[in-house]
């Protein structure tokens, strides 16, 4: 029990600690837009992550999930073992899978996603139908892979030659939530559906994806961890049958899509949601060498990405975390272009839809993607409006202003480079360029 308090306490320290002593993630900056833009869809994920930060900010949503799914998770491992004890080291174990913290302290589709995902589960074991309906629609909201949890019960339904009548009305309620999702996409040339089909199942790959997979397994839910999880599925106890489906699915799922193509290693996080409910109740010693192993881990990230002492020559999480306040000077244009004021700068352009998002958060100017941006939220919003006489910039990290673009004012100025660093790090190195009058 004391072990598992100090761990619980250690997680909520580095989640406060990087929540606080981090900029806004490029994917954070891009949800802050959708909810400037409230709807029931959006190109990349259903609407849930957006509504969240609406209402309570991008940290706030991330750190409150993230808590909440803790507490769920001690909830429901207090269920399946009648015991303080298990749910203690289930609690604990989760606190500190670095998927979990992931989303427990940058707001992302999985930060609500996994708070239903165990919920969902917990409602579903409980055989408690209105709320696994309610809790399943809100995973479909979160994130498309919400509908695993679906496999899972119906897995352990054929398994157990049995399926409940109150599970229609789970169903039903789920589906009801979600229609409006499916309407959006209907009226948007179902873009969400075929983005995430082509995401995660198009391109190419191979068994070297495959083995980056494996990888970022080891990376996101901790090698003692993954190892265990595997353990669970495959040889734990009957009776939680259900418990072990949700966690083989995402896996077997997203282990499968990494084989067509290079996918991300956060896709499977809710499969260690199940897992460390399940390992929480093996031999002690295996949980203490898993919440140790990752406890190590966390310390040693989070303190590089507060502290960093380490020189490497490509320090992507670093960059991913720091460096992107620097853009606030962008909402003072004189101080990089003499004579230009805010007013005259219609839209910022960005060769990428993070960088026009975190220009977006930072200076609260109109933005848009150009110069061959990957397909984004953006291309469905209208573009911004662009007056003739009016100016506009360009921010990249190296890239000039593309042909199109340039072609549309009577000038170019720049660039003016804005160099971003932490502690002492050279993180970003911004390029501006000024656009000028504005071609009718």
């Known amino acids: 029990m004391t072990l598992c308090l100090v761990l619980l306490a250690v997680s909520v320290g580095v989640r406060l600690a990087l929540a606080l002593g981090t900029d806004v993630y490029f994917d954070e900056a891009y ?75 940058w707001s992302t589709p999985d930060t609500p996603l ?12 409980r055989e408690r139908w209105v709320l696994a309906g309610l809790a399943c629609g809100l995973a479909l909201l979160s994130k498309y892979p919400g509908v695993l949890l679906a496999a899972a019960f119906v897995a352990a ?51 070297r ?7 970022g397994q080891l990376a996101m839910g901790g090698p003692v961890l993954l190892v265990l999880t595997g353990v669970y599925i495959l040889r734990g106890p009957k009776e939680q049958f259900l418990l072990r489906a949700a966690a083989a699915a995402p896996l077997l799922l997203f282990g499968y899509a990494s084989i067509r193509t ?7 996080a809710a499969a260690y949601l199940s897992a460390c409910v399940g390992i929480a109740g093996m031999r002690p010693g295996w949980f203490r060498a898993a919440a140790l192993t990752n406890l190590v881990g966390v310390l040693a990230v989070g303190s590089h990405l507060l502290f960093p002492l380490l020189r490497f020559e490509r320090d992507v999480p670093l960059s991913r975390t720091h460096g992107w ?63 003739p006489g009016k100016d506009a910039l360009w921010l990249s990290e190296g890239r000039t202003p593309p042909d199109e673009l340039t072609a549309r004012f009577s000038s170019v100025e720049g660039p003016v480079v804005l160099p971003a660093d932490f502690r002492g790090r050279l993180v970003h190195t911004f390029s501006v360029w000024r656009l000028r009058d504005a071609k009718p």
């Open 31 to 105: 949800y802050w837009q959708w909810a400037q833009h409230l709807d029931w869809g959006y190109y990349d994920h259903p609407p849930l992550v957006a509504w969240l930060i609406s209402g309570f900010g991008i940290r706030p949503t991330a750190v409150l999930c993230g808590l909440g799914t803790v507490a769920a998770v001690w909830g429901f491992a207090r269920d399946v073992y009648g015991q303080r004890e298990a749910a203690w080291r289930a609690a604990a174990l989760w606190s500190l899978v670095p998927a979990g913290i992931l989303a427990g302290v």
């Open 209 to 215: 994806t495959f083995g980056e997979f494996l990888a």
């Open 325 to 387: 306040a620097e853009l606030s000077q962008l909402s003072e244009p004189s101080r990089l272009f003499p004579g230009l004021v805010r007013k005259d700068v219609a839209v910022v352009f960005a060769p990428s839809y993070q960088l026009a998002s975190e220009v977006a958060y930072y200076t609260r100017l109109p933005t848009d993607t150009a110069g061959g941006a990957r397909r984004s939220q953006y291309d469905l919003w209208p573009e911004p409006l662009l007056a």
């Open 114 to 125: 996994l708070l239903c995902w165990v919920l969902a589960l917990w409602a579903l074991y």
């Open 157 to 207: 339904c054929v398994r157990a030659r049995r399926l409940p009548a109150g599970a229609w009305l789970t169903a039903l309620l789920g589906v009801l939530l979600f229609l409006p999702v499916v309407a959006w996409n209907a009226n948007h040339d179902w873009v969400g559906f075929a983005f995430q089909l082509k995401h995660g199942l198009g391109g190419t790959g191979g068994w």
């Open 262 to 268: 290079r996918g991300e290693a956060n896709w499977p």
